[in-house]
């Protein structure tokens, strides 16, 4: 499959899958970087994790190849990041006592506090 040129740009592609939505990027790999994806995620959370995805996205092009697999987002906001076939997929922290539902819903409510309102 040949994947879609994007001129230089990172963008988010989303699409509803039967498990849930899953959110990915699409321009990283033209970087020679791997491409970030989650899957499975609440509707509700499209908005705010597509904004964390280009966040992880914009600091995986700033640091290269030899990035980091851990980006602390914020204070109490830790996000690693684990190989999912030939993506990597955001996840929780080795130790966080949250599911990954949970965790997903805590990151959006941590880093976007009006969007819980």
């Given at each position: 499959?040949?994947?879609?040129?994007?001129?230089?740009?990172?963008?988010?592609v989303g699409a509803e899958?039967?498990?849930?939505?899953?959110?990915?990027?699409?321009?990283l790999a033209e970087r020679?970087?791997?491409?970030?994806?989650?899957?499975?995620?609440?509707?509700?959370?499209?908005?705010?994790?597509?904004?964390?995805?280009?966040?992880?996205?914009?600091?995986?092009?700033?640091?290269?190849?030899?990035?980091?697999?851990?980006?602390?987002?914020?204070?109490?906001?830790?996000?690693?990041?684990?190989?999912?076939?030939?993506?990597?997929?955001?996840?929780?922290?080795?130790?966080?006592?949250?599911?990954i539902a949970d965790w997903?819903?805590?990151?959006?409510?941590?880093?976007?506090?009006?969007?819980?309102?």
């Amino acid at each position: 499959m040949e994947r879609q040129r994007t001129r230089g740009e990172v963008r988010i592609v989303g699409a509803e899958r039967p498990g849930g939505l899953e959110l990915r990027t699409a321009g990283l790999a033209e970087r020679g970087l791997p491409e970030l994806r989650v899957t499975g995620l609440a509707w509700y959370l499209g908005s705010g994790w597509s904004r964390v995805l280009g966040e992880l996205a914009r600091r995986i092009a700033a640091a290269g190849p030899s990035h980091p697999a851990t980006f602390d987002l914020a204070e109490d906001v830790t996000v690693n990041l684990v190989p999912d076939g030939d993506f990597l997929a955001p996840h929780p922290p080795p130790g966080e006592p949250l599911g990954i539902a949970d965790w997903r819903r805590e990151i959006v409510e941590k880093l976007f506090p009006s969007a819980s309102s």
